[in-house]
Protein backbone atom coordinates (compact mmCIF):
# COMPACT_ATOMS: atom_id res chain seq x y z
CA UNK A 1 0.00 0.00 0.00
CA UNK A 2 0.91 3.53 -0.94
CA UNK A 3 0.03 6.78 0.07
CA UNK A 4 0.01 9.26 -2.31
CA UNK A 5 -0.49 12.95 -1.87
CA UNK A 6 -1.56 15.62 -4.35
CA UNK A 7 -1.61 19.35 -3.39
CA UNK A 8 -3.52 21.94 -4.48
CA UNK A 9 -4.20 26.00 -3.63
CA UNK A 10 -7.49 27.62 -3.60
CA UNK A 11 -7.48 31.98 -2.43
CA UNK A 12 -10.70 33.17 -0.91
CA UNK A 13 -12.07 35.32 1.50
CA UNK A 14 -13.88 34.49 5.03
CA UNK A 15 -14.98 36.52 7.96
CA UNK A 16 -15.11 34.38 11.23
CA UNK A 17 -18.52 35.62 13.02
CA UNK A 18 -20.50 33.46 15.04
CA UNK A 19 -24.09 35.04 15.22
CA UNK A 20 -25.38 33.75 18.44
CA UNK A 21 -22.38 35.51 20.12
CA UNK A 22 -22.24 39.15 20.46
CA UNK A 23 -19.55 41.57 18.91
CA UNK A 24 -17.20 41.77 21.82
CA UNK A 25 -17.19 37.95 22.10
CA UNK A 26 -17.13 37.51 18.59
CA UNK A 27 -13.79 40.25 18.45
CA UNK A 28 -12.38 38.32 21.50
CA UNK A 29 -12.41 35.20 19.98
CA UNK A 30 -11.70 35.28 16.68
CA UNK A 31 -9.70 38.65 16.31
CA UNK A 32 -9.08 40.56 13.35
CA UNK A 33 -10.65 37.63 11.72
CA UNK A 34 -13.68 38.99 13.10
CA UNK A 35 -13.25 42.25 10.81
CA UNK A 36 -16.41 42.48 9.01
CA UNK A 37 -15.19 42.84 6.16
CA UNK A 38 -13.37 39.79 5.50
CA UNK A 39 -9.74 38.57 4.29
CA UNK A 40 -8.56 36.50 2.25
CA UNK A 41 -5.71 33.21 2.22
CA UNK A 42 -3.96 31.26 -0.15
CA UNK A 43 -5.12 28.14 1.08
CA UNK A 44 -3.12 25.23 0.42
CA UNK A 45 -5.10 21.76 0.27
CA UNK A 46 -3.04 18.09 0.50
CA UNK A 47 -5.25 15.11 -0.55
CA UNK A 48 -3.90 11.77 0.82
CA UNK A 49 -4.97 8.88 -0.75
CA UNK A 50 -3.81 5.32 0.11
CA UNK A 51 -4.22 2.04 -1.81
CA UNK A 52 -2.59 -1.08 -3.88
CA UNK A 53 0.12 -0.14 -6.51
CA UNK A 54 -1.68 -1.49 -9.18
CA UNK A 55 1.63 -4.06 -10.70
CA UNK A 56 1.30 -2.94 -14.80
CA UNK A 57 0.43 0.82 -14.63
CA UNK A 58 2.60 1.50 -11.46
CA UNK A 59 -0.16 3.66 -10.16
CA UNK A 60 -2.29 3.26 -6.61
CA UNK A 61 -4.75 6.36 -7.97
CA UNK A 62 -5.48 8.03 -11.37
CA UNK A 63 -4.00 11.51 -10.92
CA UNK A 64 -5.46 12.59 -13.56
CA UNK A 65 -9.34 12.14 -12.42
CA UNK A 66 -8.45 12.85 -8.77
CA UNK A 67 -7.57 16.16 -10.11
CA UNK A 68 -10.70 16.47 -12.06
CA UNK A 69 -12.57 15.47 -8.78
CA UNK A 70 -10.73 17.97 -6.18
CA UNK A 71 -11.55 20.78 -9.20
CA UNK A 72 -15.03 19.66 -9.39
CA UNK A 73 -16.11 19.30 -5.91
CA UNK A 74 -13.77 21.71 -4.13
CA UNK A 75 -11.31 24.26 -5.64
CA UNK A 76 -14.13 25.29 -8.53
CA UNK A 77 -16.20 26.38 -5.51
CA UNK A 78 -13.63 27.81 -3.40
CA UNK A 79 -11.35 29.45 -5.38
CA UNK A 80 -11.89 33.32 -5.92
CA UNK A 81 -14.99 33.16 -3.56
CA UNK A 82 -16.30 34.77 -0.51
CA UNK A 83 -16.77 31.23 1.91
CA UNK A 84 -19.27 32.44 3.96
CA UNK A 85 -21.91 34.38 1.10
CA UNK A 86 -20.55 31.93 -1.93
CA UNK A 87 -20.31 28.22 -0.74
CA UNK A 88 -23.35 27.04 0.82
CA UNK A 89 -22.20 25.19 3.39
CA UNK A 90 -20.96 28.41 5.26
CA UNK A 91 -24.15 29.83 5.68
CA UNK A 92 -25.01 29.03 8.88
CA UNK A 93 -21.17 27.46 9.82
CA UNK A 94 -18.32 29.37 10.76
CA UNK A 95 -15.68 29.13 7.59
CA UNK A 96 -12.56 28.57 9.68
CA UNK A 97 -10.43 26.42 8.14
CA UNK A 98 -11.40 23.56 10.87
CA UNK A 99 -14.84 23.98 9.07
CA UNK A 100 -13.44 24.35 5.67
CA UNK A 101 -11.23 20.97 5.90
CA UNK A 102 -14.19 18.92 7.30
CA UNK A 103 -16.39 20.85 4.22
CA UNK A 104 -13.75 19.74 1.44
CA UNK A 105 -13.18 16.62 3.06
CA UNK A 106 -16.97 15.70 3.32
CA UNK A 107 -17.55 16.98 -0.53
CA UNK A 108 -15.56 14.71 -1.52
CA UNK A 109 -16.12 11.84 0.03
CA UNK A 110 -19.94 12.01 -1.17
CA UNK A 111 -18.20 12.23 -4.77
CA UNK A 112 -15.98 9.49 -4.29
CA UNK A 113 -16.12 7.08 -7.07
CA UNK A 114 -16.51 2.95 -5.33
CA UNK A 115 -13.32 1.20 -5.73
CA UNK A 116 -11.00 4.17 -5.37
CA UNK A 117 -8.01 3.93 -3.43
CA UNK A 118 -9.03 4.99 0.49
CA UNK A 119 -9.37 8.82 0.83
CA UNK A 120 -6.78 8.52 3.98
CA UNK A 121 -6.68 12.79 4.83
CA UNK A 122 -7.05 16.18 3.87
CA UNK A 123 -4.58 18.76 5.61
CA UNK A 124 -5.44 22.48 4.74
CA UNK A 125 -2.55 25.16 5.29
CA UNK A 126 -4.97 28.61 5.94
CA UNK A 127 -1.29 30.25 6.02
CA UNK A 128 2.54 28.66 6.50
CA UNK A 129 1.77 28.44 10.38
CA UNK A 130 -1.95 27.46 10.70
CA UNK A 131 -2.52 23.90 9.38
CA UNK A 132 -5.55 21.64 10.20
CA UNK A 133 -6.05 18.29 9.14
CA UNK A 134 -8.81 15.68 9.28
CA UNK A 135 -9.12 11.73 8.34
CA UNK A 136 -10.75 10.90 4.88
CA UNK A 137 -13.56 8.68 7.22
CA UNK A 138 -14.00 11.36 9.89
CA UNK A 139 -17.81 11.91 10.45
CA UNK A 140 -18.56 15.86 9.86
CA UNK A 141 -20.01 16.63 13.06
CA UNK A 142 -19.88 20.27 12.46
CA UNK A 143 -22.94 21.93 11.84
CA UNK B 1 11.13 8.51 18.02
CA UNK B 2 11.21 9.25 14.40
CA UNK B 3 13.98 10.42 12.20
CA UNK B 4 13.71 12.24 9.27
CA UNK B 5 16.78 12.57 6.88
CA UNK B 6 16.08 14.22 3.30
CA UNK B 7 18.41 14.18 -0.09
CA UNK B 8 17.97 14.63 -3.14
CA UNK B 9 18.82 13.84 -6.65
CA UNK B 10 17.77 14.74 -10.05
CA UNK B 11 16.58 12.21 -12.87
CA UNK B 12 14.30 11.72 -15.99
CA UNK B 13 11.73 9.35 -16.31
CA UNK B 14 8.91 8.57 -19.30
CA UNK B 15 5.62 7.22 -17.78
CA UNK B 16 4.43 4.48 -20.53
CA UNK B 17 3.16 1.36 -21.01
CA UNK B 18 4.59 -0.64 -24.07
CA UNK B 19 0.87 -2.31 -25.27
CA UNK B 20 -0.84 0.92 -24.80
CA UNK B 21 -1.15 3.09 -27.51
CA UNK B 22 0.15 7.22 -27.35
CA UNK B 23 -3.11 8.60 -26.26
CA UNK B 24 -3.66 5.65 -24.00
CA UNK B 25 -0.46 6.43 -22.04
CA UNK B 26 -1.09 10.46 -22.28
CA UNK B 27 -4.53 9.28 -20.98
CA UNK B 28 -3.36 7.33 -18.14
CA UNK B 29 0.43 9.22 -17.54
CA UNK B 30 -0.88 13.04 -18.48
CA UNK B 31 2.43 14.73 -19.39
CA UNK B 32 4.43 11.94 -18.43
CA UNK B 33 3.97 9.26 -20.85
CA UNK B 34 5.85 12.00 -22.81
CA UNK B 35 8.42 9.37 -24.56
CA UNK B 36 11.29 11.23 -24.94
CA UNK B 37 11.77 11.72 -20.77
CA UNK B 38 11.46 14.46 -18.61
CA UNK B 39 12.82 15.19 -15.34
CA UNK B 40 12.37 15.77 -12.24
CA UNK B 41 14.08 16.99 -8.92
CA UNK B 42 13.32 14.23 -6.27
CA UNK B 43 13.21 14.93 -2.79
CA UNK B 44 13.72 11.58 -0.81
CA UNK B 45 12.28 11.46 3.11
CA UNK B 46 13.73 8.90 5.00
CA UNK B 47 12.52 8.38 8.33
CA UNK B 48 13.60 5.78 11.12
CA UNK B 49 12.30 4.77 14.31
CA UNK B 50 14.24 4.61 17.05
CA UNK B 51 15.36 5.67 20.84
CA UNK B 52 18.50 7.45 21.32
CA UNK B 53 21.54 6.21 22.13
CA UNK B 54 21.81 6.88 26.65
CA UNK B 55 25.52 8.13 25.76
CA UNK B 56 25.49 9.83 22.32
CA UNK B 57 22.06 11.21 22.14
CA UNK B 58 21.92 10.04 18.93
CA UNK B 59 19.01 7.71 17.21
CA UNK B 60 21.78 6.97 14.46
CA UNK B 61 24.92 8.29 13.31
CA UNK B 62 23.51 11.20 10.90
CA UNK B 63 26.66 10.36 8.71
CA UNK B 64 26.36 6.81 8.38
CA UNK B 65 23.14 7.04 7.21
CA UNK B 66 23.97 9.87 4.65
CA UNK B 67 26.56 7.31 3.37
CA UNK B 68 24.05 4.75 2.44
CA UNK B 69 21.34 7.22 1.08
CA UNK B 70 24.33 8.05 -1.09
CA UNK B 71 25.32 4.46 -1.86
CA UNK B 72 21.94 3.21 -2.34
CA UNK B 73 20.28 5.75 -3.93
CA UNK B 74 21.62 9.33 -5.11
CA UNK B 75 24.76 7.83 -6.84
CA UNK B 76 22.82 4.88 -8.36
CA UNK B 77 19.77 7.29 -9.53
CA UNK B 78 21.02 11.00 -10.02
CA UNK B 79 21.31 12.14 -13.11
CA UNK B 80 19.99 9.36 -14.74
CA UNK B 81 17.46 8.24 -17.13
CA UNK B 82 15.56 6.07 -14.69
CA UNK B 83 14.03 3.70 -17.59
CA UNK B 84 17.13 2.80 -19.12
CA UNK B 85 19.99 2.69 -16.02
CA UNK B 86 18.33 2.12 -13.19
CA UNK B 87 16.37 -1.28 -12.39
CA UNK B 88 13.79 -2.61 -12.02
CA UNK B 89 12.84 0.83 -14.05
CA UNK B 90 13.77 -1.07 -17.45
CA UNK B 91 10.40 -3.17 -16.79
CA UNK B 92 8.65 -1.34 -14.56
CA UNK B 93 7.08 1.93 -14.65
CA UNK B 94 9.16 4.44 -12.67
CA UNK B 95 5.75 6.00 -11.39
CA UNK B 96 6.21 8.07 -7.76
CA UNK B 97 4.47 5.18 -6.08
CA UNK B 98 6.65 2.34 -7.50
CA UNK B 99 10.36 4.88 -6.58
CA UNK B 100 8.90 5.04 -3.13
CA UNK B 101 8.76 1.64 -3.32
CA UNK B 102 11.89 0.80 -4.60
CA UNK B 103 13.94 2.71 -2.54
CA UNK B 104 12.73 1.13 0.41
CA UNK B 105 13.53 -1.86 -0.97
CA UNK B 106 17.32 -0.71 -1.24
CA UNK B 107 17.48 0.58 2.19
CA UNK B 108 16.09 -2.43 3.80
CA UNK B 109 18.65 -4.27 3.97
CA UNK B 110 21.49 -1.65 5.03
CA UNK B 111 19.31 -0.38 7.94
CA UNK B 112 18.41 -3.93 9.16
CA UNK B 113 20.11 -4.70 12.26
CA UNK B 114 21.25 -0.72 12.79
CA UNK B 115 19.55 1.17 15.89
CA UNK B 116 16.69 2.64 13.43
CA UNK B 117 14.31 1.09 12.37
CA UNK B 118 13.05 2.30 8.81
CA UNK B 119 9.44 3.93 9.66
CA UNK B 120 8.73 5.24 5.94
CA UNK B 121 10.12 6.16 2.60
CA UNK B 122 8.56 9.60 1.25
CA UNK B 123 9.30 10.29 -2.33
CA UNK B 124 8.47 14.19 -3.57
CA UNK B 125 8.61 14.03 -7.26
CA UNK B 126 7.54 17.89 -7.42
CA UNK B 127 6.36 19.59 -4.16
CA UNK B 128 2.78 19.24 -5.51
CA UNK B 129 2.75 15.47 -5.71
CA UNK B 130 4.88 13.03 -3.39
CA UNK B 131 4.21 9.23 -2.25
CA UNK B 132 4.68 7.08 1.25
CA UNK B 133 5.80 4.02 1.81
CA UNK B 134 5.75 2.36 5.18
CA UNK B 135 7.11 -1.02 4.11
CA UNK B 136 3.23 -2.53 3.17
Partial sequence: ?143 | MLITRKVEFSASHVCALPRLTAEENRRLYGEAANPHGHGHNYVIEVTLDGQPDPVTGMVIDLKELKEILNREVVDPMDHRLLNREVPPFDRVVPTVENLAIEIWRRLEAPLSGGPGRLHRVRVYETPDLFADYFGE
Fill in chain 1, 1 to 143: MVRVTRRYAFAASHRLHAPQLGPEENQRIYGKCNNPFGHGHNYVLEVSVRGPVDVETGRAVDLTLLDQLVQRVVLEPFDHRHLNTQVAEFASLVPTTENVALVAERRLREQWPAGWPRLEKIRIAETERNIFEVDGCSQNESR
